[in-house]
């Protein structure tokens, strides 16, 4: 059983590797959008829409954290993060479309474009680097 600073350590660790994923998505979310929408002739974007994009990368990233430490196959819990990131993502659009801002017509497919771009190469690595670690470890014994 852990003692007090390492439960406040392994916390500490979760809090660190979140806001680096929430950086590394927000501002690879940020770009990808703002390219789309440069292709769509869009030039100009708006305060609201960085601010929903923030709560989709804060969705994004906590599902990750959360699914992250089910102790489950790797390639489920990727696959399990990411439909349940996708879902959630979708969900709180469609509900924020109904209540709050019209949708572009191209809403929904931004969204999975922006999410999967990089969840899955990112999730894809995680599972492979967790793969070898486990082998050398297995190796080493």
């Not at 993502?89 to 931004?110: I, K, Q």
């Not at 999730?123 to 680097?129: D, F, K, P």
């Amino acid at each position: 059983m852990l003692n007090k600073a390492e439960r406040r350590k392994g916390i500490w660790n979760i809090v660190k590797i979140g806001v680096c994923l929430y950086g590394i998505f927000f501002t690879a979310a940020t770009i990808v959008n703002s390219i789309l929408a440069l292709m769509q002739g869009h030039m100009y974007g708006t305060h609201e829409h960085v601010i929903l994009r923030a709560v989709i990368v804060f969705i994004v990233v906590l599902t990750v954290i959360i699914v992250g430490a089910l102790k489950i196959n790797i390639w489920l819990r990727c696959l399990l993060a990411y439909v349940v990131a996708i879902a959630l993502v979708l969900g709180y659009t469609w509900l924020n479309g109904r209540l709050f801002t019209e949708l572009h017509p191209y809403a929904y497919r931004d969204i999975v474009i922006s999410v999967s771009v990089f969840f899955v190469p990112i999730a894809v690595g995680y599972a492979i680097g967790d793969i070898l670690r486990r082998r050398k470890k297995n190796g080493a014994k």
